[in-house]
């Protein structure tokens, strides 16, 4: 999924207030953690993960994993934190996150 810039600073709006629901740290990505991630973000859509691990070329490549095992899309990255979103279609419709169009 691509979204424009409209929808990143909307999304971005969206997910100022929210507190970080999944934490990485030094043991990295295991499978409870993944499945734990997976439900949360089938759950809210819009999510931050914070990233505790030595460097940040370490810290890039597990945010990329988690992109790209789960089709998420990085909408900002702050440090250790960043902001993924990935639109839930089986949600009730009132309960989703309505994109603004591009």
């Given at each position: 999924?691509?979204?424009?810039?409209?929808?990143?600073?909307?999304?971005?709006?969206?997910?100022?207030?929210?507190?970080?629901?999944?934490?990485?740290?030094?043991?990295?990505?295991?499978?409870s953690?993944?499945?734990?991630?997976?439900?949360?973000?089938?759950?809210?859509?819009?999510?931050?993960?914070r990233?505790?691990?030595g460097?940040?070329?370490?810290?890039?490549?597990?945010?990329?994993?988690?992109?790209?095992?789960?089709?998420?899309?990085?909408?900002?990255?702050?440090?250790?934190v960043?902001?993924?979103?990935?639109?839930?279609?089986?949600?009730?419709p009132?309960?989703?996150?309505?994109?603004?169009?591009?």
């Amino acid at each position: 999924m691509d979204l424009s810039e409209h929808q990143k600073k909307y999304l971005r709006g969206l997910g100022h207030q929210l507190k970080p629901l999944v934490m990485v740290g030094d043991a990295g990505l295991s499978e409870s953690l993944l499945a734990e991630y997976e439900s949360t973000l089938k759950h809210h859509e819009l999510i931050k993960v914070r990233v505790r691990v030595g460097d940040r070329e370490a810290r890039d490549a597990i945010i990329d994993k988690l992109c790209a095992d789960s089709s998420a899309v990085l909408v900002q990255r702050i440090g250790n934190v960043a902001l993924l979103f990935r639109q839930n279609l089986r949600k009730k419709p009132e309960k989703r996150i309505r994109l603004p169009a591009k």
